[in-house]
């Protein structure tokens, strides 16, 4: 199971990403949203699942881990397939996505692309009383850990990069103050927006 990917963007389309890792080339699936904060040479992190299938090896990419686990619920529903899955977090936050299951409203789903009327109404019936479970089990039960995960994920992007934790942190504290709201949700953007402010100057290799 590939569970994560750090590495450097080296092209972007409309619906994916292709992440070198290590000198290989991964081809990740993603929202239009993660590939639109996504820039060529510039550093990733992806949250991922492998769908292995008898004829193809299929990557999914993800901003956070709440996304990737409700990724995977949607995947437990009858009928709904990864790439249906992934039209859903296209189309729906996951705030959004709970809210429709909380009020048994198929009405969000049945907008989505390639989603009828009856795989809308099974979401939510099977999804009941899951999303929020797999949210409380992700973000430890506070509304805020979504978003708080956002710059602990960058701060560790950064670090690994070599910039020592003091350094990163503060940089991102900084640039997350100033950055519009849809950046300081996205760990592409708000580490694109960290790697402008801190510059090669600042960088402090992190010492053993």
Do not use: C, N, Y
């Not at 956070?64 to 686990?69: I, P, T």
Request: aromatic share 2%; hydrophobic share 50%; charged share 20%.
């Amino acid at each position: 199971m590939i569970s994560s990917v750090r590495g450097t963007a080296v092209h972007v389309d409309a619906d994916s990403v292709v992440v070198e890792v290590g000198g290989v080339g991964l081809h990740v699936a993603v929202t239009p949203q993660v590939a639109r904060a996504t820039h060529v040479g510039e550093q990733v992190l992806l949250h991922t699942t492998l769908i292995v299938r008898e004829d193809a090896l299929s990557l999914f990419g993800f901003e956070s881990r709440e996304e990737l686990a409700v990724f995977s619920q949607l995947l437990g529903v009858t009928g709904v397939g990864p790439k249906s899955a992934l039209g859903v977090l296209a189309t729906l936050t996951v705030p959004q996505i709970a809210d429709a299951v909380e009020a048994d409203d198929d009405a969000p789903f049945r907008r989505v692309s390639g989603i009828g009327p009856k795989t809308a109404k099974l979401i939510v019936v099977q999804l009941t009383g899951k999303i929020a479970a797999t949210r409380t089990a992700v973000s430890g039960g506070a509304d805020a850990g979504a978003a708080a995960s956002v710059p602990a994920q960058v701060v560790q992007a950064l670090v690994g990069l070599g910039w020592s934790e003091r350094v990163a942190a503060e940089a991102v504290e900084d640039a997350a103050a100033d950055a519009p709201d849809h950046d300081r949700g996205s760990v592409p953007a708000l580490l694109r927006l960290t790697l402008a402010a801190l510059g090669p100057a600042r960088k402090e290799p992190v010492r053993g």
